[in-house]
């Protein structure tokens, strides 16, 4: 696969995490990842989702806290990615959530080291870049 094409695909695959997004229902989101996957946190705390279910319940408290806050969709830009052989690739983003005005809430980067299944691309593991 050409670095374009990889650009491609991932931006593809984000923008596919941004409808999801906007359901904010975790199961959505959780189609999203594999299972198991790791999470670490902007503070150095890892979070180990074992199973489809784990990551739907985790998404739901986030999704939940987040439409507490205001937010009412979100955007990526930022997009950087790098192959890692033929079946995985790690993306970089800059997410920033939105109010119902489009007005920036918040904004962070992370990455995501994503695997290539039989369909499509599934996240193995992501990392939220410390301020």
Same mark, same amino acid.
């Given at each position: 696969?050409?670095?374009?094409?990889?650009?491609?695909?991932?931006? *593809?695959?984000?923008?596919?995490?941004?409808? +999801?997004?906007?359901?904010?229902?975790?199961? =959505? %989101?959780?189609?999203? &990842?594999? #299972?198991?996957?790791?999470?670490?946190?902007?503070?150095? *705390?890892?979070?180990?989702?074992?199973?489809? +279910?784990?990551?739907?319940?985790?998404?739901? =408290? %986030?999704?939940?806290? &987040?439409? #507490?806050?205001?937010?009412?969709?979100?955007?990526?830009?930022?997009?950087?990615?790098?192959?890692?052989?033929?079946?995985?690739?790690?993306?970089?983003? =800059?997410?920033?959530?939105?109010?119902?005005?489009?007005?920036?809430?918040?904004?962070?980067?992370?990455?995501?080291?994503?695997?290539?299944?039989?369909?499509?691309?599934?996240?193995?593991?992501?990392?939220?870049?410390?301020?």
């Amino acid at each position: 696969m050409t670095d374009k094409a990889l650009q491609a695909e991932a931006s *593809a695959f984000f923008d596919a995490f941004v409808a +999801a997004f906007r359901s904010f229902d975790g199961n =959505t %989101v959780a189609q999203r &990842y594999a #299972a198991p996957c790791l999470a670490l946190d902007a503070q150095g *705390a890892p979070r180990l989702l074992l199973t489809q +279910a784990d990551t739907a319940c985790y998404f739901q =408290t %986030v999704l939940d806290g &987040y439409l #507490a806050q205001g937010c009412r969709s979100c955007r990526y830009c930022e997009l950087e990615t790098h192959h890692i052989g033929r079946q995985s690739a790690t993306c970089t983003v =800059t997410w920033e959530l939105l109010d119902q005005q489009g007005e920036v809430l918040t904004r962070w980067r992370e990455s995501y080291h994503l695997m290539r299944t039989d369909k499509e691309w599934r996240i193995f593991a992501s990392v939220d870049h410390a301020p």
